[in-house]
């Protein structure tokens, strides 16, 4: 039955099916091999796999998101980091770098982001003068700070997978490990752009120039602290956050960027709600899979195996890492995160790994391995968009992961780095 | 035009409006009713606690009515690497083959579905007391949406080239990217030939 289950799998997700139905298509094979559970798990299990408050967070935090560039929120943010980091050298770059920090996680997927914000910054880079490639390398790896700084929808569904975490608990531990991946890549642009001398776009801003751009992008960059604050002040759950984020984005956009009319509306809710479709989808089908995976014991078996082969946590911490960046070259961050995590969370605590630390080194992991070559998917929707060819893309990635390696490995290592800031707030385990 | 294929045209714009109606609607719903209960909790001092349940069902009616329709938009992701390496005469028979194991899917999943549904049919919401079967339902409905949007764009399907531009605006598209354009530097051109 495993092994119906996951070569289905690896054949349904190299001929080209649907991430989303590879799940249930494996799924409904494993079912039928086995012949010990009837067919109707699979409804059930797709069904109760979406059918939860938390997770909703998830749709309201893409609606949110949406309404802010279609009210024209992110524009103005935009302007404000080219402002404010324009001018020097590298600029575009570290522009780039920014905006992935600022925007991070509204989105959720590495793939969305590189897609859309993040083609956006690479054209301007290349119209700028940088290289194509070095372009497309940076936008590609600045995607992947999305699912780590708050809020992520990444951590919203990895608490609704392991339930000792909590969503409040996820985003603060993912701020530290998040800033230093943002300053990780900002000092490789910075050490490549003086190598090769790129210059800065623009010359210096003024003050004057600076407070311009800053009040069009107050509403944009209230909107994290909106979310953090009422989150962490207990005011309301990260779903509720979300529902107000949607609130406060239309009012902006009707009220203070006026870009926002009662014609463009429903197709921002068309649009948010095809591509939330399309998510929990995955979701969904993938709680069929990961059921599988926990009936079949699998998670035991792999701990046994673990144990058998070595008793020394920092051995286990790297063959975890090494595991889990293998399963990122090949499965896309949520439905790796549905999978991987009630596999692997038992196990890591298990070896008395700190569940918190564990789920920031997966998401960490994850994300990385989306930009890995030979099959990173960030890789191939920079590639597809930017029209680049992919060995090139994969060449100029090297040196940034190469970074964001040594930022993992760091996380790894140190603990301390993603528990200190929770527990400051109380959320001890 | 033949006369029946206009009739059949029209058909598909209806389904395709009708269903995108839907997914507005449920959206405006989920989104309000979660909203609604933070505004009354602080402002009223009382808790909507059946809007959690009615909102909870919503999303998973947005998901399974949404499918098909996002399938058509190119919203759900698929490695197609190896397929856009093959020989282009064999892409159309490959896409074919893919074409026909997500309809068998949909076909198994939607009398499994069925079946759910009456099996639970007796049971009651909790808070509202709905049916659980006709909860349920929208699993099979959905993925019998979602196979005649697949029967509906199958000649697209099959003939999509994968190796050009539509991968591109597929991926842009998934993103919501709008056609933004970016201050100081002027409008970028869009960015394909």
């Known amino acids: 039955m495993t092994v119906a289950l996951l070569v289905t799998f690896a054949v349904g997700l190299l001929v080209g099916l649907p991430v989303s139905l590879v799940m249930g298509i494996s799924g409904l094979m494993a079912l039928q091999v086995g012949g010990t559970y009837p067919l109707v798990v699979l409804p059930q299990r797709a069904f109760g796999g979406i059918n939860s408050f938390p997770l909703m967070?998830?749709?309201?935090?893409i609606l949110a998101a949406d309404l802010m560039t279609a009210g024209k929120l992110t524009d103005s943010l935009l302007r404000f980091t080219n402002v404010l980091v324009g001018h020097v050298r590298g600029g575009l770059g570290h522009v780039n770098v920014l905006t992935s920090m600022?925007?991070?996680?509204?989105?959720?997927?590495?793939?969305?982001?590189?897609?859309?914000?993040?083609?956006?910054?690479?054209?301007?880079?290349?119209?700028?003068g940088y290289p194509a490639y070095y372009a497309g390398a940076l936008t590609a790896t600045t995607a992947t700070i999305g699912p780590i700084i708050p809020p992520s929808i990444i951590m919203v569904i990895y608490s609704v997978t392991d339930n000792r975490v909590t969503v409040a608990g996820l985003f603060l531990a993912g701020v530290v490990p998040g800033v230093m991946l943002g300053l990780a890549l900002a000092a490789v642009n910075h050490i490549i752009?003086?190598?090769?001398?790129?210059?800065?776009?623009?010359s210096a801003p003024g003050i004057g120039m600076i407070l311009r751009n800053f009040l069009p992008a107050v509403p944009g960059l209230l909107m994290p602290l909106i979310i953090l604050g009422g989150i962490l002040g207990g005011i309301f759950t990260a779903t509720e956050a979300a529902a107000v984020a949607v609130a406060y984005a239309i009012l902006a956009g009707f009220f203070i960027t006026r870009t926002l009319t009662w014609r463009t509306l429903p197709g921002?809710?068309?649009?948010?709600?095809?591509?939330?479709?399309?998510?929990?989808?995955?979701v969904s089908l993938a709680s069929v899979f990961s059921w599988l995976l926990t009936v079949l014991r699998v998670p035991q078996e792999l701990a046994v195996w673990l144990s058998n082969l070595t008793d020394q946590r920092a051995v286990i911490l790297v063959l975890l890492a090494v595991f889990i960046l293998v399963c990122g070259l090949f499965i896309d961050t949520l439905p790796a995160v549905i999978i991987l995590t009630p596999i692997l969370a038992p196990v890591a605590t298990r070896f008395g790994i700190d569940p918190l630390h564990f789920a920031i080194m997966l998401t960490l992991n994850l994300a990385i391995g989306m930009v890995t070559p030979p099959v990173g998917p960030v890789l191939f929707v920079i590639a597809t968009v930017g029209r680049l060819r992919l060995e090139r893309l994969a060449r100029a990635v090297l040196p940034l992961l190469a970074a964001e390696l040594v930022v993992l490995t760091v996380v790894i290592a140190f603990p301390q780095l993603s528990l200190t800031v929770p527990r400051l707030f109380g959320f001890t385990h | 035009m033949t006369r029946a294929g206009t009739v059949l045209t029209r058909a598909e714009r209806l389904l395709v409006v009708a269903n995108q109606a839907v997914i507005v609607g449920l959206m405006m719903l989920m989104a309000g009713l979660v909203f609604a209960n933070v505004v009354t909790r602080y402002v009223f001092g009382f808790s909507l606690n059946w809007s959690e349940e009615i909102a909870r069902y919503a999303m998973v009616w947005i998901t399974y009515l949404g499918a098909g329709l996002a399938m058509r938009e190119g919203q759900h992701v698929a490695i197609e690497y190896l397929q856009s390496v093959l020989p282009r005469p064999w892409q159309p028979y490959v896409r074919a083959v893919v074409w026909l194991i997500i309809l068998a899917f949909l076909t198994v999943f939607t009398v499994a579905g069925f079946q759910f549904s009456s099996f639970a049919w007796r049971q009651r919401s909790p808070v509202m007391g709905w049916r659980m079967g006709a909860v349920y339902l929208t699993i099979p409905l959905g993925t019998m949406l979602f196979a005649l949007h697949l029967i509906i764009g199958a000649r697209e399907f099959v003939m999509k080239d994968i190796n050009a531009d539509e991968l591109a605006a597929d991926a842009a598209r998934q993103a919501g990217a709008d056609p933004v354009t970016a201050d100081p530097p002027p409008t970028p051109p869009a960015d394909r030939s």
Do not use: H
């Open chain 1, 57 to 61: 967070a998830v749709p309201l935090f």
């Open chain 1, 102 to 128: 600022l925007f991070a996680g509204i989105s959720g997927s590495a793939l969305a982001d590189a897609a859309g914000p993040g083609a956006i910054i690479m054209n301007m880079m290349r119209r700028a």
């Open chain 1, 193 to 202: 752009s003086r190598r090769r001398g790129y210059q800065s776009g623009s």
């Open chain 1, 268 to 282: 921002v809710f068309l649009r948010s709600g095809l591509l939330s479709s399309a998510v929990l989808l995955i």
